[in-house]
C-alpha cells in the first residue's frame, strides 16, 4: 500500500510504502526507531480499530512505512535486527521483498 505523506514545511510530498506489519506497539515502536537510526524516514501506522487496547489478530495492526526509495534499504535493516534477536519473528514484511530475502515473513527474511 502506497500512502502519500502530508506536505511538509519546505518538503515536497513524499509517497511512502507500508513494509512491515506486526501486532506489538513496542515492537512497532522499536522497528520505528531502528529506521530512524538508520537515517531512513518513516511513519507509524496504527490501524486498530477499538477504542480498547487489542492486540489479537489485525485489530491491533501496526504497520511501518518507508518513503518507495527506501524500501530494500529499510527491510534489510528490519531483516538484520530480526536475525539479530532485536525484533521478534511475529512480525511479517508487505508487499515486494528485497532481493534474496526468502520468504515474506519476518521470521525467515534475514
Known amino acids: 500500500m502506497i500512502l502519500d505523506a502530508a ?3 519546505g518538503k ?3 509517497s511512502f510504502v507500508d513494509i512491515y506489519a506486526c501486532y506489538d506497539l513496542l515492537e512497532a515502536l522499536r522497528a520505528q526507531n531502528l529506521m530512524e537510526s538508520h537515517n531512513i524516514s518513516c511513519r507509524l501506522r496504527d490501524l486498530s480499530s477499538s477504542a480498547l487496547p487489542l492486540t489479537i489478530g489485525k485489530f491491533g495492526e501496526r504497520r511501518i512505512a518507508v518513503p518507495h526509495e527506501a524500501v530494500i534499504q529499510a ?3 528490519l531483516g538484520k535486527a530480526i536475525h539479530d534477536g532485536f525484533l521478534s519473528t511475529s512480525g511479517n514484511f508487505c508487499g515486494a521483498r528485497p532481493a534474496g530475502s526468502g520468504s515474506a515473513t519476518a521470521g525467515e527474511a534475514a
Do not use: C, G, L, S
Request: hydrophobic share 35%; charged share 20%; no cysteine.
Open 7 to 9: 506536505p511538509m514545511a
Open 12 to 14: 515536497t510530498n513524499r
Open 75 to 77: 527491510k534489510q535493516v
